[in-house]
């Protein structure tokens, strides 16, 4: 329940964020969010530091960046890729200690900078299963957690002789198609409704 907050948390800021000031000062109020983080643990500001990590603002970089990246790919603007970068390399910096960790972050990176840059490389990533996948994919990161591991205890516990190797493929199998009906329905249908309640409010409050 508690990382399911934390993960929409950042998405709610952001939300009323770019409703009252736009999407570059959302950005700017993301990053600044995770700069607060940074500065709380490297002076170990007691309870600063306790709110942060509450909230998730440690890892708000990865959220600026990938917004940063966003623009660049709608605005073909270098400054946006290049602001990108830099918030990625100081949220990598918390991982020098842990080189492992450190080049899978790099690796994944550039996997997700390189379709954005080059267009030629796109074409490797047209593939249907992936295309589906990236769309469930938020909701299927909100949910997976918790449920993933609460329905594979229940999935152990039916007494089937199924292999603990192939014991997540049927619970992610159920969480797919959720996510799927999730992105394809409930949110949809959730933002028409949010937005007939805002076109519904007096003109002083919109």
């Known amino acids: 329940g508690l990382n399911f907050i934390k993960n929409l948390n950042k998405n709610f800021i952001f ?16 990053f600044m969010l995770f700069i607060i983080a940074i500065f709380a643990e490297f002076f170990q500001i007691k309870y600063l530091n306790t709110f942060s990590h509450l909230l998730s603002f440690e890892y708000f970089g990865w959220f600026a960046s990938g917004s940063l990246a966003y623009l660049y790919f709608v605005n073909n603007q270098f400054k946006y890729i290049l602001l990108c970068v830099l918030v990625s390399f100081i949220e990598m910096l918390k991982y020098l200690h842990d080189i492992s960790a450190l080049l899978y ?44 591991i609460s329905l594979i205890c229940k999935t152990n516990q039916l007494g089937l002789s199924i292999p603990n190797l192939l014991l997540p493929i049927l619970p992610l ?29 007096p003109s002083k409050f919109v």
């Not at 939300?15 to 993301?30: C, H, P, Q, V």
């Open 105 to 148: 972050i790099i690796f994944i990176l550039a996997l997700f900078i390189t379709p954005i840059c080059f267009e030629k490389t796109r074409i490797l990533f047209k593939n249907k299963l992936l295309l589906f996948f990236g769309l469930i994919s938020y909701p299927l990161y909100l949910i997976h957690e918790n449920a993933l």
């Open 173 to 201: 199998l159920v969480l797919c198609i959720i996510s799927y009906v999730i992105v394809a329905y409930f949110e949809p249908f959730v933002s028409k409704t949010i937005q007939k309640i805002i076109l519904k409010l």
């Open 15 to 30: 939300g009323i964020s770019y409703f009252l000031m736009g999407k570059i000062k959302a950005i700017a109020i993301i």
